[in-house]
């Protein structure tokens, strides 16, 4: 696959719901010991509805259009702190899609990259704060390191990049402490433990992997 259509992004998302089914328990019982222990309900949820949302606005024959749009039914789906930053990261993406019909391999290092901002604005958080920014702003550095050094990158390659930046941003929250939430309140209980933000932000770019690794 060398182009991304508007008639894919419907699909590529289901993989990101899929893998959010399977990883709801997993996230909830993280969230339980710092947070409001449902994350994986959230992700699961918003994830999940949003591949018909966008579906049903392929019509409008402008993947930024069509992203924006499935991203603000997205959020009011799960209208929890998580599901606005997520819904907000896409929103972000969108932005640089308008009048596209078609993505490149390296418009995915834009839409990370891009998702990556629009969580640091709606979140007001910083690298090191211990949150999803952590994974997904590692995530879209890697990436974008591999198109810069190989123009020839494919999909594939591009996630697979962004997936192991998030690893290494996941690892790294092990030594951070909360500053947001219910979870800075249990701060002592963070050492050395991934924040589950952090991680529900490498599946999600995961679940984009698992697309295009299907597709080969």
Same mark, same amino acid.
């Given at each position: 696959m060398d182009k991304l259509t508007i008639e894919n992004i419907p699909q590529m998302f289901d993989y990101v719901g899929i893998l959010f089914a399977e990883k709801r328990d997993e996230l909830c019982a993280m969230d339980a010991v710092m947070g409001d222990g449902d994350l994986g309900l959230t992700m699961s949820k918003g994830y999940g509805a949003l591949p018909a949302f966008l579906r049903d606005l392929t019509g409008e024959g402008d993947i930024g259009k069509m992203m924006l749009k499935g991203a603000m039914k997205m959020q009011n789906t799960v209208p929890s702190t998580m599901g606005t930053l997520m819904s907000s990261g896409i929103m972000?993406?969108?932005?640089?899609? =308008? #009048? @596209?019909? *078609? !993505?490149?391999?390296?418009?995915?290092?834009?839409? &990370?990259?891009?998702? /990556?901002?629009?969580?640091?604005? =709606? #979140? @007001?958080? *910083? !690298?090191?704060?211990?949150?999803?920014?952590?994974? &997904?702003?590692?995530? /879209?550095?890697?990436?974008?390191?591999?198109?810069?050094?190989?123009?020839?990158?494919?999909?594939?390659?591009?996630?697979?990049?962004?997936?192991?930046?998030?690893?290494?941003?996941?690892?790294?929250?092990?030594?951070?402490?909360?500053?947001?939430?219910?979870?800075?309140?249990?701060?002592?209980?963070?050492?050395?433990?991934?924040?589950?933000?952090?991680?529900?932000?490498?599946?999600?770019?995961?679940?984009?992997?698992?697309?295009?690794?299907?597709?080969?």
């Amino acid at each position: 696959m060398d182009k991304l259509t508007i008639e894919n992004i419907p699909q590529m998302f289901d993989y990101v719901g899929i893998l959010f089914a399977e990883k709801r328990d997993e996230l909830c019982a993280m969230d339980a010991v710092m947070g409001d222990g449902d994350l994986g309900l959230t992700m699961s949820k918003g994830y999940g509805a949003l591949p018909a949302f966008l579906r049903d606005l392929t019509g409008e024959g402008d993947i930024g259009k069509m992203m924006l749009k499935g991203a603000m039914k997205m959020q009011n789906t799960v209208p929890s702190t998580m599901g606005t930053l997520m819904s907000s990261g896409i929103m972000e993406a969108s932005k640089a899609f =308008r #009048g @596209k019909t *078609e !993505l490149v391999p390296a418009d995915m290092v834009t839409y &990370v990259t891009q998702f /990556a901002i629009g969580i640091r604005k =709606r #979140g @007001k958080c *910083e !690298l090191g704060d211990r949150t999803i920014l952590d994974s &997904v702003d590692a995530g /879209a550095k890697r990436a974008a390191a591999l198109v810069e050094s190989d123009a020839s990158a494919s999909f594939l390659d591009v996630l697979t990049a962004a997936v192991e930046g998030a690893e290494e941003g996941c690892e790294a929250t092990k030594g951070m402490l909360p500053k947001f939430g219910k979870a800075a309140v249990h701060s002592a209980k963070a050492k050395g433990i991934v924040d589950q933000g952090a991680l529900a932000g490498k599946y999600m770019l995961e679940g984009l992997k698992n697309y295009f690794a299907d597709q080969q």
